[in-house]
């Protein structure tokens, strides 16, 4: 299973961020898509979820209520979109995929794309 992440960059601080990441290799339809961000200096951490189905969605609670994750299987993509950015968004966005359910612990996931970094100013 192979994953792309795009769509990061620098933003605005109260702008919206939208992430796109492209899973190739397997049969899509199967796998649950998470996101996790890594900021300098911190661990990584948990971002966001969709099942495979497309029926459940979880989201951290930094992001939570401004946040929404989507999938759409014809283009093998999940699209993260983060609005009213804050600084503290700032971080290296990495796109991960298992196989059946979600679960929002990294150790939990066997594929991994590249990342891609967003920086949000104030």
């Known amino acids: 299973v192979q994953l792309q992440a795009s769509g990061g960059g620098l933003e605005q601080a109260g702008g919206s961020l939208g992430l796109s990441c492209e899973v190739s290799?397997?049969?899509?339809?199967?796998?649950?898509v998470a996101w996790f961000r890594q900021a300098p200096g911190k661990e990584r951490e948990f971002v966001a979820a969709?099942?495979?189905?497309?029926?459940?969605?979880i989201f951290a609670n930094p992001v939570k209520g401004r946040s929404t994750i989507s999938r759409d299987d014809a283009k093998n993509s999940v699209n993260l979109q983060v609005n009213n950015l804050k600084p503290e968004d700032t971080a290296v966005y990495y796109c991960?995929?298992?196989?059946?359910?979600?679960?929002?612990?990294?150790?939990?996931?066997?594929?991994w794309g590249p990342g891609t970094q967003v920086t949000v100013s104030s």
């Open positions: 991960a995929a298992r196989p059946g359910s979600y679960t929002d612990d990294d150790v939990d996931y066997a594929y």
């Open positions: 969709i099942r495979w189905s497309g029926d459940n969605r």
């Open positions: 290799g397997r049969i899509f339809y199967w796998y649950s």
